[in-house]
């Protein structure tokens, strides 16, 4: 494929910018992003202001491109012909159904393309789709709104509950609700609705309730999630060894769940006792699924550990990329960008598929630091797009998916792992016990240092 010179030194140069702006170019074009609207959409409307110069606004935002939604506008670079107001009050206004789509979408798009590319990772229970489901708080705003400035309660903007794939890597659907005190377990129907045949569902002792586990299982999917103490049951035999997982010996009983209309449910019960003590001081773990029992205790309790990758998702969303932006007070707004934000994370969890396939899954996952990878795409593409203007991405959107995933490898060969190292922390230190002198309640930095050097000089 022959491109533009100034094309072929930012390939080389920086190849992480480009993957993600070919990526946005094929997977989240103006037309597609716009007829996302039109049909989601129920009371907003568009004029002046279209719905994709939004997303791409807040793409830059939230990737640290721009410093602040202000700062965004202020650069015209999007198009925007409308006031700052307008703008606010469109964000304050993108009906969550949308917001949500988005994040849909946007991971429809990508899974084929990670297929292709050979940058799946194999699932942890192999025969059966992965989910893993888990709720996330937005973070407290500031207290911009009349009603909260008195007040020092935290003004919560939302909750979601976020579907992600392991296999995949990817935030695959998303629930959201404006109402930041609502529980997770009152937002579960239309994750029951996303239920298919076969389909593995990971997720917390906060969903473990009848409803959601009987939901699951009429649909003809399956379910591991960690026992709560509120739930019903009873047991129907002891508990049986069935051997040792990395995390502790393993065993084994069925329990009986009964539903309302007397009709009985047999599930396995599995308890790890566990090597080592949970941060709650738990020494023991209780998980509950309807898995067949041709999938061992051991696999089903090493399955639930899957668990921690959204939780190492919500990190990489609030360390690399900025999605609570917290002078965003009204809740569609938050939710909208932090939507914004999972879109971006799904953008880097393709590109990182895309170099598994090219350099291994373990050479990038122990040396391929996502912070690096979103500094360079947020420092970079302003840059590169007033050097490539939008009419020399076109041919992204005509290439056939074999013909993209062969240019994203040759990226990824570009790619020098030196310039992007990702961190490896040491065994965490206890912290120390502090003591307060009120008579000497700050210290000079200088004398301790003057006082160590006398130490050690002896």
Same mark, same amino acid.
């Given at each position: ?30 037309? =597609?992003?716009?007829?996302?609207? !039109?049909?989601?959409?129920?009371? !907003? ?14 793409? @830059? %935002? %939230?990737?640290? =491109?721009?410093?602040? $939604? ?27 159904? /949308? ?8 991971? #429809? !798009?990508? @899974? ?14 192999? #025969? +059966? ?33 976020? %579907? ?10 998303? $629930? ?6 609502? @529980? ?17 569902? /990971? ?31 009873? %047991?129907?035999?002891? *508990? ?12 084994? !009983? ?10 009985? +449910? ?54 690399? *990329? ?19 934000? /999972? ?27 996502? +912070?690096?990878? =979103?500094?360079?795409?947020?420092? /970079? ?5 007033? =050097? ?15 013909? +993209?995933?062969?240019?994203?490898? @040759? ?48």
């Amino acid at each position: 494929m022959l491109l533009d010179p100034v094309f072929e030194r930012f390939m080389e140069k920086t190849p992480f910018a480009v993957m993600a702006r070919s990526l946005l170019e094929r997977t989240l074009t103006s037309e =597609a992003l716009n007829a996302l609207f !039109q049909e989601k959409a129920n009371a !907003q409307y568009e004029r002046e202001l279209t719905f994709s110069s939004v997303v791409d606004l807040m793409g @830059q %935002v %939230v990737t640290s =491109a721009f410093p602040s $939604v202000r700062a965004a506008f202020l650069d015209k670079t999007f198009g925007i012909s409308v006031s700052l107001t307008s703008l606010y009050n469109k964000l304050q206004g993108i009906e969550p159904q /949308v917001s949500a789509q988005l994040v849909a979408h946007s991971a #429809g !798009q990508l @899974q084929p393309l990670l297929q292709e590319s050979g940058g799946t990772l194999p699932e942890p229970v192999p #025969g +059966y789709h992965m989910h893993v489901l888990d709720g996330n708080n937005i973070a407290a705003t500031e207290h911009r709104l009349d009603e909260t400035r008195d007040n020092s309660a935290a003004p919560l903007p939302g909750k979601s509950l976020c %579907v992600f794939r392991p296999a995949l890597q990817l935030v695959t659907n998303i $629930v959201l609700c404006e109402d930041g005190h609502a @529980q997770e377990r009152s937002l579960v129907d239309p994750i029951l609705d996303l239920i298919e045949k076969d389909s593995l569902w /990971v997720a917390d002792r906060n969903f473990c309730f009848q409803r959601f586990l009987l939901g699951i299982a009429l649909k003809l999917g399956f379910f591991l999630i960690r026992e709560h103490a509120g739930l019903n049951y009873q %047991v129907a035999n002891k *508990l049986r060894k069935r051997g040792w997982s990395a995390s502790g010996e393993v065993l084994e !009983q069925t329990i009986v769940i009964e539903d309302e209309k007397g009709h009985k +449910y047999h599930f396995r019960r599995i308890v790890v006792k566990l090597n080592q003590a949970t941060e709650d001081g738990d020494w023991e773990l209780a998980l509950l699924t309807n898995l067949p029992k041709t999938v061992s205790a051991i696999v089903v309790s090493e399955a639930y550990r899957q668990r921690w990758t959204i939780e190492g998702g919500f990190q990489d969303l609030t360390t690399t *990329l900025d999605c609570e932006i917290n002078t965003l007070c009204y809740p569609r707004a938050a939710l909208f960008v932090f939507c914004v934000a /999972v879109l971006a994370y799904n953008l880097q969890s393709a590109i990182k598929g895309v170099m598994r396939a090219e350099h291994g899954a373990d050479k990038v996952e122990h040396d391929l630091s996502r +912070y690096f990878v =979103a500094g360079e795409i947020g420092q /970079v593409y302003r840059g590169m797009m007033v =050097a490539l203007p939008s009419d020399e991405w076109v041919v992204f959107q005509h290439m056939s998916i074999t013909e +993209y995933a062969a240019f994203l490898k @040759q990226l990824a060969r570009n790619v020098d792992f030196e310039r992007y190292p990702k961190a490896h922390r040491g065994t965490k230190k206890a912290k120390p016990k502090r003591h307060y002198d009120p008579e000497h309640p700050h210290v000079s930095v200088a004398k301790i240092l003057l006082a160590r050097k006398l130490n050690e000089t002896g």
